[in-house]
């Protein structure tokens, strides 16, 4: 079983930068697409970035330009990196993880943290 720990986040104003990390932990797995999601209040989770195991970056249309993600395959860790932040990322953003164990292809989701971005 995979447990991803994340650490970054906080308060920021709008059109300054915050970094978010995650590390997944646990034995006798493989990564297959890691990345972020957030959920703002009131509203559903959505999709911010992911990378593939072969650093194949997808993002939503909204951090295009502006959000960076990457990974450490050996690590097992992402990171994403948010510049010109807006109010309107202001959310709680989760660790994702689909990957490979024994049991198949599982996912798995960290307790999230908290970003707010102040106008």
């Known amino acids: 079983q995979v447990h991803l720990v994340e650490s970054g986040g906080g308060s920021a104003h709008a059109g300054g930068s915050l970094r978010l990390s995650c590390a997944a932990n646990?034995?006798?797995?493989?990564?297959?697409?890691i990345g972020w999601y957030r959920q703002a209040p009131g509203k559903q989770r959505e999709l911010v970035a992911t990378v593939t195991n072969g650093h194949v970056t997808n993002y939503a249309k909204s951090a295009k330009g502006r959000f960076a993600i990457s990974r450490d395959n050996f690590k097992n860790t992402v990171s994403l990196q948010m510049n010109n932040l807006k109010p309107e990322d202001t959310g709680i953003y989760y660790c994702?993880?689909?990957?490979?164990?024994?049991?198949?292809?599982?996912?798995?989701w960290g307790q999230g943290t908290q970003v707010t971005v102040s106008s």
């Open positions: 994702y993880a689909e990957y490979l164990s024994s049991r198949g292809t599982l996912d798995a």
């Open positions: 646990g034995t006798g797995f493989n990564i297959n697409a």
